[in-house]
């Protein structure tokens, strides 16, 4: 039984690219969640999403961060034009229906922001 | 806003010891409290958990403690390993201002090191 899986680990954009970063959910989750960890900080929750819908996007910055999670496909975390204080650890955790508080992480994606 | 905090940010035990990590509070809205291990390069891995209508659960060698009263949970490990020298965050869940429960708010982490 696969865990979450997360791509790329690593990623190195310039400031202005675009990041895309991707999660699959461990198999029967159906809740994915997506945490970014600063250096020397704890996990912050950014956005909570089911399959085709957000439920709570309260941690999102409201420009140039977005998510999605299609009916088929993995959730993907998109980042336009970014800067060097997006540079962090992001996590993916899913969880399964009926249990939103029992999140398994994936190995999270260190994006670098030149 | 801190909402959960791990005010230790390092604890130092020996082998074979007990190793207490603690966890306080402020938001009364939470009811799920959560413990995970992370290693460096690595996701958060699931410890244990806790819901606010218990005061105590256990899972082999690690157990947790809540005091609701107090807004403060503990998580001890008996006896401490080698391996399990790792970061150690705390977490909490609940409809806490209008938010889901599947927003954790996370503690800043301990660095436990267990010594041979």
């Known amino acids: 039984n696969a865990g979450v899986m997360q791509n790329p680990r690593h990623l190195v954009r310039r400031r202005g690219q675009e990041a895309r970063l991707r999660c699959s959910p461990m198999k029967g989750h159906s809740h994915v969640y997506w945490y970014r960890q600063l250096p020397e900080e704890g996990l912050k929750f950014m956005v909570y999403l089911q399959k085709e819908n957000i439920i709570d996007e309260s941690g999102m910055p409201k420009e140039r961060f977005s998510a999605e999670f299609p009916k088929e496909g993995p959730s993907i975390l998109r980042i336009q034009q970014v800067v060097r204080g997006d540079s962090a650890a992001y996590f993916c955790?899913?969880?399964?229906?009926?249990?939103?508080?029992?999140?398994?992480f994936g190995p999270g994606t260190r994006l670098t922001v030149l | 806003d801190q909402q959960v905090k791990q005010n230790s940010p390092s604890l130092s035990v020996q082998e074979g010891r007990i190793s207490i990590l603690n966890c306080d509070y402020t938001?009364?809205?939470?009811?799920?409290f959560l413990w995970y291990k992370k290693y460096p390069a690595e996701g958060p891995t699931f410890l244990i958990s806790i819901s606010s209508i218990k005061d105590k659960n256990e899972d082999g060698r690690f157990t947790v403690f809540l005091n609701k009263s107090a807004k403060h949970l503990s998580l001890h490990i008996v006896p401490s390993q080698p391996g399990d020298s790792a970061v150690y965050f705390c977490a909490a869940s609940g409809w806490a201002g209008g938010t889901s429960y599947g927003k954790l708010t996370f503690g800043q982490g301990t660095i436990l090191t267990v010594h041979p």
């Open positions: 938001n009364s809205m939470f009811d799920y």
């Open positions: 955790a899913s969880s399964p229906p009926g249990h939103p508080g029992e999140q398994f």
